[in-house]
């Protein structure tokens, strides 16, 4: 069974340029998760959706980071304006749902992002 | 809001050795899930044990185990026979039953030695 794909794996930018990332969760998951770890800190969610609906993004700095699932499959996240504190790995988690029995998340390889 | 601590930034060990790492948290919930996460430096993710709050049995994996104490709010782990390969920054985390996010503790980085 493949795993949840990330892409790319690093990227450096300068600060106020735009980045995206792409997240392709296991088949059939319904639930995808965006997380945040700066280092030294654990993950942080920044973003739940539940198929194609948002279900949690009360963490999500909603004035530069915007996420969207198109058709409840592939997920990407994007920072636009980015600044020098949003340098971070950028993980993304899938589940086959939230429900006792379907709640385990597993996680992508992350997206090292440096923003300089 | 529920939080994670883990007070051990590092812990070190040698191979073939029993560690125990500790987790504390802070909850108003009665139920909930507990994880122990393992994140070597390819970055990606394992999920080592889970623990349902209303087992009052300890969940056990191979080599791992935990001592979850209710009461306490306490979620330790406990490598037996540590491996090389078990080094890696291992996070703690909770989720409520009526919630989806994992809220992660800051993590312990194991070093095992030969």
């Known amino acids: 069974e493949a795993g949840v794909a990330q892409s790319p794996r690093y990227k450096i930018i300068e600060k106020r340029q735009s980045v995206a990332f792409w997240c392709n969760p296991i088949s059939g998951h319904a639930t995808l998760y965006w997380y945040q770890q700066i280092l030294g800190q654990g993950p942080k969610l920044l973003i739940q959706f539940q198929n194609n609906g948002v279900v949690d993004d009360s963490q999500l700095p909603k004035d530069r980071f915007s996420a969207e699932r198109l058709k409840g499959v592939d997920s990407t996240l994007k920072i636009q304006p980015a600044k020098l504190e949003d340098s971070a790995v950028y993980l993304c988690?899938?589940?086959?749902?939230?429900?006792?029995?379907?709640?385990?998340?597993?996680f992508g390889p992350g997206t090292r992002l440096t923003v300089t | 809001a529920q939080t994670v601590t883990q007070s051990q930034p590092e812990m070190s060990v040698q191979e073939a050795e029993t560690v125990t790492l500790s987790c504390t948290y802070d909850?108003?919930?009665?139920?909930?899930?507990l994880f122990w996460y393992k994140q070597p430096p390819s970055r990606q993710m394992i999920l080592v044990i889970r623990?349902?709050?209303?087992?009052?049995q300890n969940a056990t994996e191979n080599r791992f185990s935990v001592n979850f104490q209710k009461a306490a709010k306490s979620f330790s782990l406990k490598i037996s026979d540590s491996q090389l390969g078990d080094a890696a920054m291992y996070f703690c985390?909770?989720?409520?039953?009526?919630?989806?996010?994992?809220?992660f503790g800051k993590g312990t980085s194991l070093l095992v030695t030969p």
């Open positions: 988690a899938s589940s086959l749902g939230v429900r006792q029995g379907a709640y385990e998340q597993y």
């Open positions: 623990q349902e709050a209303y087992k009052q």
């Open positions: 985390a909770y989720r409520a039953i009526s919630g989806y996010a994992l809220n």
């Open positions: 909850t108003s919930e009665s139920d909930y899930y």
